[in-house]
């Protein structure tokens, strides 16, 4: 069976570091990206099946990155989760409207993410 | 703490809550006693356990029991049983009561996530649900009547657009909304206690809390779940748990993990 595959979207290594571990833990085979623009030359050659997304970014912020991902061939086809410090509902609410879908608020832990896995039906 | 302790305190959990304490437990029990101790005004755990002992105060016993209580829970807890009880067992059932209310007990609810998960997914179905839910653990339950919930514990199990829609943020606190708290009712109960009256649930969910029950207490557990039930209720338990032994009083569905359906209770008094 080929390993499923996710893309780390986070400017802070050690949140890539710790998410990768854990995401890993559930079998997927990860890649990195440091911000939105790495990300997008990323899925313009693949796109992975899973993307954990951090909002707040140089270069280009989670949020652009989702618009366009979603505008790209194939692009609507990752389940992207949004992974950040922005805790408030309105914001949230306008990131699952661009798109994302679902949101993990930091800080979270494996307990978190691998639930989050399971409800959006790639684990 | 000395063994003889811990040995006293595996009587009090099975005697008074039919649950029991293993003996690797005993470095947790410690640890989840400290806070225990200071809240009621000993200096140590082990002065506690010696008041204790000299002189057995209900309010400092379930104290410590409260403690010992394993509060584990999550939004939505093996999402399977949930997704059974939303998509086939409420359409059913509500049509069978002629859209009267599902009575639905959530037996061991600790902090409630199991209980507003059901409220949710009731809600989903569109069908009208009564969910009384029980723990034996006082803090637990005050914790489960106020709704509220860290950003940690809100989002362990539950999709971010299920949060927005269910909970108002208030600071850091994420609460549930005025029309799922109506739908839950949140009472003490303990399980080795048999029903005193005739009410009766269409479905049970009492999971992972048989499994720590005390063998000897375990089938008289079973007994006053069984009771509560409706013929033809549906009991939930956890993926791993099992009814009693070779109790006929209740079938398990295939399939369906964790589901077991009572058998009529003429049948089970006959057999």
Not at chain 2, 2 to 16: G, I, K, N, P
Not at chain 2, 98 to 124: D, F, H, I, N, Y
């Amino acid at each position: 069976m080929t390993p499923r595959t996710c893309l780390i979207v986070d400017d802070s290594r050690i949140i890539r570091k710790v998410a990768r571990r854990i995401v890993e833990g559930l079998g997927f085979e990860v890649d990195e990206a440091a911000d939105g623009a790495e990300a997008l030359a990323f899925c313009a050659g693949v796109m992975p099946e899973v993307i954990l997304l951090d909002w707040s970014m140089p270069v280009m912020d989670g949020m652009t990155f989702l618009r366009r991902l979603r505008t790209l061939p194939g692009g609507t086809g990752p389940k992207v989760l949004f992974c950040t410090i922005e805790t408030r509902a309105e914001r949230i609410a306008e990131a699952l409207s661009a798109g994302a879908d679902d949101y993990v608020m930091k800080p979270f832990d494996g307990e978190i993410l691998t639930s989050k896995f399971a409800e959006v039906g790639v684990v | 703490m000395t063994l003889e302790d811990f040995d006293r305190l595996q009587s009090l959990m099975a005697s008074r809550a039919g649950l029991r304490l293993t003996r690797d437990r005993m470095k947790l029990a410690e640890h989840r006693l400290g806070p225990v101790a200071r809240r009621e005004g000993f200096e140590t755990v082990d002065a506690m356990l010696a008041a204790l002992w000299a002189k057995p105060v209900a309010s400092l016993g379930w104290a410590v029991i409260e403690a010992l209580l394993n509060p584990e829970t999550w939004f939505r807890r093996e999402r399977a049983s949930f997704d059974t009880f939303a998509r086939e067992l409420l359409p059913a059932l509500s049509r069978a009561r002629g859209g009267e209310p599902v009575k639905v007990w959530s037996a061991g609810c600790s902090t409630g996530q199991e209980a507003w998960s059901l409220a949710m997914a009731a809600r989903e179905a569109g069908v009208a649900v009564d969910i009384v839910a029980t723990d034996l653990s006082q803090r637990a339950l005050e914790k489960a009547r106020s709704g509220a919930y860290t950003g940690f514990e809100i989002q362990r199990g539950l999709r971010a657009e299920t949060m927005l829609r269910w909970f108002d943020q208030v600071e850091d606190a994420w609460i549930a909304r005025a029309e799922l708290r109506a739908m839950v009712h949140f009472a003490r109960a303990n399980l080795v206690d048999a029903p005193t009256d005739d009410h009766r649930f269409d479905v049970i969910f009492c999971r992972h809390v048989l499994d720590d029950a005390d063998p000897a207490r375990r089938s008289e557990m079973f007994d006053n779940l069984e009771r509560r039930l409706v013929d033809d209720g549906c009991l939930f338990l956890g993926p791993a748990e099992r009814p009693e032994g070779d109790s006929i009083a209740f079938r398990a569905v295939a399939g369906r993990g964790g589901l077991f359906v009572k058998s009529p209770a003429a049948l089970s008094r006959a057999a």
